[in-house]
């Protein structure tokens, strides 16, 4: 599916103008977080390398790894006419911190985050710009992403699968994040007007920042959809390789700080609401965890039909006794 998609991206480029590289229209700050992950890291950099829109700068941020592979990979984006910055911090500071710190590097008017395992189509920013530039009415907008589910083996990435990851996704909801998050930070282009004005990402949140974000965004703006899959996801579902678990994702390898800060968020936004006497975040993303864990049922009681449909069908003994028990 991902192939096909950009082979017919490929075979339409007259219609987004592609024999001359979009240079003009605001600037786009680009903010990669990485430490010690160069084969992720040199990933990066082509897809930051291959977009079509060019009026764009490249913010890494060196969270406490070693310097010397990002300097390298930042020398060779200068050599393909890249407009990249590299911060290094001497100390990790996290992942929120590095994003805050990443956006102060730079002055563009739109942002992104695009993490060192993630990329993008390569019409991704001349798509979600275009977006804003024609919908002035949002501060952000979001593509549909693939996720890619890959391993890591002998210093390599292999392949798993790729498949839709929310192919559904046609219009952003506030009510809806507040149960889950529907969309991930390589998707999502935003203002830094918007940015500035929920005050950026919470520095105090290992995990589940971009959600705290985004419900934060949605409080005071709407966020556009672009319905293509434009940005890849990418989970590594297994890691082969002595010395490299930092190469994990944070919802794989990480699941049990994401079950855990999860009912922090949640609860530190009800007792604002608790505190201030209003209607707010924290009543919505409590009733969002109650739907959520509706629907969790809901799902397995499917799965559980289905099941019993299966196995009246083999075994007829089931239809007996769903008729006396019925």
């Known amino acids: 599916k ?28 680009v903010v990669t977080r990485t430490k010690d992950r160069p084969i992720l890291l040199n990933r990066a950099l082509e897809s930051v390398g291959h977009q079509t829109y060019r009026n764009l700068q490249w913010i890494i941020v060196n969270d406490g790894g070693d310097p010397e592979p990002v300097q390298e990979i930042a020398a060779r984006a200068k050599a393909r006419n890249i407009d990249v910055k590299v911060l290094h911090n001497p100390e990790s500071l996290g992942m929120e911190a590095a994003s805050n710190r990443g956006v102060a590097a730079t002055d563009a008017e739109l942002l992104v985050i695009h993490d060192d395992d993630d990329r993008w189509h390569k019409d991704f920013l001349l798509y979600t710009t275009s977006f804003l530039e024609k919908n002035p009415s949002y501060e952000g907008v979001v593509t549909q992403s693939m996720r890619v589910d890959e391993i890591l083996e002998n210093g390599r990435i292999r392949h ?16 809806d994040i507040a149960q889950v998050n529907k969309f991930p930070p390589i998707s999502f282009l935003f203002t830094r007007k918007a940015y500035e004005v929920i005050g950026g990402f919470d520095e105090d949140l290992p995990v589940l920042g971009d959600w705290d974000f985004n419900l934060r965004f949605l409080e005071k703006f709407d966020i556009g959809v672009i319905p293509k899959p434009l940005a890849f996801y990418h989970h590594r579902v297994s890691i082969r390789d002595d010395g490299k ?61 289905e099941l019993a449909k299966k196995l009246t069908q083999k075994f007829p003994f089931f239809d007996l006794v769903k008729r006396w028990i019925t």
């Open 2 to 29: 991902v192939i096909d998609f950009i082979q017919e991206e490929r075979s339409s480029s007259s219609r987004h103008n592609r024999a001359s590289l979009r240079r003009e229209g605001r600037k786009v700050g």
């Open 160 to 175: 798993v699968r790729s498949y839709p990851y929310n192919p559904g996704l046609r219009s952003i909801y506030l009510v």
């Open 245 to 305: 678990q930092h190469y994990g994702n944070t919802v794989i390898h990480g699941v049990d700080d994401h079950v855990k800060y999860d009912a922090l968020v949640r609860n530190k936004l009800l007792r604002q609401d608790l505190k201030e006497g209003r209607i707010g975040l924290g009543w919505l993303v409590t009733h969002g965890r109650t739907a959520q864990m509706a629907q969790n049922k809901l799902n397995q009681l499917y799965k559980n039909i």
